[in-house]
């Protein structure tokens, strides 16, 4: 009996085939793997297209005017100033010894408010004074002497007259010589009294201007200088204080601003005004246009317009920063309207491609609009065209705008 050779190939182990089993784990956790990036790429682009994607806060503002009412001409913005103003100093260096006003006092014109140590010029004073006397008893006894030297030689030629033989002719001369001498020196006496009269004067005026005055009606804004203090007309440096006192009358505040040269030819002498104070912002006050500086400021190409305040308010203070829209016309029932100027602040008008362009927030997204911008003035800029007003205009937040960027108002203005 043969028997055939056994078939042992069935038992080699084939290393390069991985089990069933593996295989199907691992196509399983491709298909997994795969379907997880679809889903994060659905959600993207589900997010995107909801908008929950991060929005960037912007400042924004709305452009101004467009509406009917009086017609706004030119904005500018300036600072409430006291038309008369002066620092009050002494006429002569000194030590203050007295100062009677403090911040807010009014006071009248001619009253004294301080007063620097004056005891040697009010020694100088009386020393004049005594100067004047002697001065004026010694005219006294000059032309007592004069009158009676020139009656004695009166006399001698009344009696040479009658009887040359009683008076010589030497003798007549010799009293003639002496009256006239009298004479000369009353002559330089009086010149003397007339210097002593100026030497007083001189003396009260030095005591007077240690004292102090106010120069107007008005009411002391600061206090530049305190008792004790060394005080001049000219500062020269150390201790040495200049002015005393800085006062104003504030029945002549105005409000100064520059107006950009492009606008100029709108404004007018008398021209109405309307003022808000930034310390105010709710409260405007009627103004007038009372003088138009007749130069300009070739560095910033503006010319200073001085506006009165015609509404009195203890509130109104000088120096407070002002905002002046000049009116075409007057605001009343019977005034006529015009369409206002739309305008807005000067750094939301961008140059982009060669155009003027503002960028618009819309529905939450920024939209590119094309405008017609005047000159800038008072930091607000006239758009002539490309708005009609009351559109909420992009102002900061984004440095490179793009149309369709999403964006949140952080805040307004």
């Known amino acids: ?23 199907r784990a ?7 793997a795969a379907a997880a990036v679809v889903l994060v790429v659905a959600g993207a682009m589900w997010l995107r297209g909801s ?57 009248r014109e001619g009253q004294v408010i ?33 009158d009676q030297l020139q009656r004695e030689a009166r006399r001698a030629r009344e009696v040479r007259a009658q009887n040359p033989q009683l008076v010589s002719e030497q003798e007549l001369e010799s009293a003639e010589s002496r009256a006239a001498q009298s004479e000369a020196r009353v002559q330089a006496q009086e010149a003397r009294a007339q210097a002593a009269d100026a030497g007083l ?15 107007f009606t008005g009411t002391v804004l600061r206090k530049d200088a305190e008792v004790g203090e060394v005080v001049a007309p000219s500062v020269g440096g150390g201790l040495t204080r200049g002015a005393v006192v800085t006062m104003a009358d504030l029945a002549t505040l105005e409000v100064e601003v520059d107006v950009n040269e492009a606008y100029i030819s709108r404004i007018r002498s008398g021209q109405p005004a309307r003022i808000t104070l930034d310390a105010y912002p709710d409260t405007s006050f009627r103004g007038s246009v009372r003088l138009v500086v007749p130069t300009a400021d070739r560095q910033r190409a503006t010319v200073e317009v001085k506006v009165s305040i015609l509404d009195r308010d203890p509130r109104i203070l000088t120096e407070m920063g002002a905002r002046v829209e000049f009116l075409e016309a007057e605001s009343g ?41 005047g000159p800038v003035s008072g930091g607000s800029r006239e758009v002539r065209g490309g ?27």
């Open 114 to 146: 301080a007063r620097l140590d004056n005891a040697d010029y009010a020694a100088a004073v009386s020393q004049a004074e005594a100067n004047v006397a002697t001065a004026r008893a010694s005219l006294i006894e000059a032309r007592s002497e004069r």
């Open 201 to 215: 004067r001189l003396a009260q005026a030095n005591y007077e201007n240690t004292l102090i005055r106010a120069p």
């Open 387 to 413: 708005l009609s007003g009351g559109e909420v205009v992009l102002l900061s937040g984004v440095s490179a705008p793009t149309a369709g960027l999403r964006v949140t108002i952080a805040a307004g203005r």
């Open 51 to 107: 908008g929950a994607a991060p929005q960037v806060q912007v400042v924004t503002v709305a452009a101004s005017g467009g509406g009917a009412g009086p017609a706004v001409g030119v904005v500018a913005n300036g600072y409430v100033v006291a038309r008369t103003q002066a620092s009050v100093s002494a006429k002569l260096p000194g030590r203050l010894a007295y100062l009677g006003v403090s911040e807010g006092s009014h006071v």
């Open 26 to 32: 691992f196509r399983t956790s491709v298909y997994i």
């Open 333 to 373: 029932p019977a005034a006529p309207t015009a369409r206002r100027p739309i305008s807005v602040p000067a750094e939301a008008v961008r140059t982009d491609g060669g155009e003027t362009v503002v960028w618009l927030v819309q529905d939450g997204r920024l939209a590119r609009r094309v405008v017609d911008a």
């Open 1 to 23: 009996m043969t028997d055939s050779p056994a078939d042992l190939s069935r038992l080699r182990i084939d290393r390069d085939t991985p089990p069933p089993g593996v295989r």
